[in-house]
């Protein structure tokens, strides 16, 4: 009898895994450091901040045009036969903008809004229709005035896909490439002036014998949508400075670059 019970009282007063450890009490205690040694960095895309999102606040800059490769499909221009003005060329639709944004960046979501001033670059010249059969005497001349520009606003959305994470570098630096688009809306400021022909007169004939009498001003919204389709590339320097290179679509085509302070 005592063979039989003696063995089974040993079995139940022995812990199932006697190798293991007990279970230690209260509160888990903080990792412990050696002396002289940091502790580890935060990191921009791996350690949000407490509210669960990052806040920036930039300036951005970019160069948007209208290529000639598009514009010759409504509009002559000088290297075609029969062109009005052979010393002067069909005016560039170019400009550059310049203004501030605000994001919000979480892990791969990221959310812009921004407001900004589009100036123009445009010259004036002459604007001659694509028509069959061609007719060179029948454009318009166009002069802009002083401060031809837009006023623009809106907001977009960037999904984010990291190459570098700033946890990979020790926090000192981070690289993603983000694509996405947007709604704004856009108030333009100033106008152009215009002259058109008139009997056997060409527009430019008009404004070169009057150029201080404009027939009219060109009918032109003065307030219309912003469309975005934008991609680019962040970079992270640090957890404090972004800078960003981009393109896309800004209702005219667009490079331009941003630079950012996130908090």
């Known amino acids: 009898m005592l ?34 040694e940091a502790e580890p960095a935060s990191t921009t895309d791996d350690m949000l901040p407490r509210r669960g999102y990052f806040m920036e606040i930039g300036f951005r800059s970019r160069y ?30 170019q400009g550059y903008s310049l203004g501030l944004e605000y994001v919000v960046k979480g892990e791969s979501a990221n959310g812009f809004f921004y407001f900004e001033y589009i ?53 000192q630096f981070g690289m993603s490439f983000l694509v996405g688009g947007g709604l704004g809306m856009a108030i333009m400021l100033g106008h152009l002036d215009r002259w ?3 009997g056997q007169l060409a527009a ?13 001003i060109k009918r032109i919204p003065k307030v219309f949508p912003m ?14 400075v972004v800078f960003r290179v981009e393109g896309g679509l800004h209702d005219l085509l667009y490079v331009g670059g941003a630079l950012g302070l996130m908090f």
């Open 196 to 198: 058109g022909p008139e």
């Open 204 to 216: 430019y004939q008009r404004y070169q014998a009057n150029p201080d009498t404009p027939d009219e």
């Open 227 to 240: 469309v975005d389709l934008n991609a680019s590339l962040r970079f992270n320097f640090g957890d404090r």
């Open 119 to 171: 100036n123009s670059l445009m010259k004036q010249g002459y604007w001659d229709d694509v028509e069959e059969p061609p007719s060179h005497t029948d454009g318009d001349y166009l002069v802009p005035t002083d401060g031809l520009g837009l006023l623009s606003f809106g907001a977009d959305y960037a999904y984010e896909l990291h190459f570098v994470r700033t946890a990979q570098t020790n926090g």
């Open 64 to 93: 948007v045009t209208v290529p000639d490769s598009i514009l010759d499909i409504w509009y002559f221009n000088e290297n075609d036969d029969g062109w009005a003005l052979p010393n002067e060329k069909r005016p560039d639709l």
């Open 3 to 36: 063979r039989l019970v003696l063995p089974a009282l040993a079995a139940l007063s022995t812990p199932a895994f006697a190798s293991e450890a007990p279970e230690p009490f209260g509160e888990p205690l903080a990792p412990q450091f050696a002396e002289g």
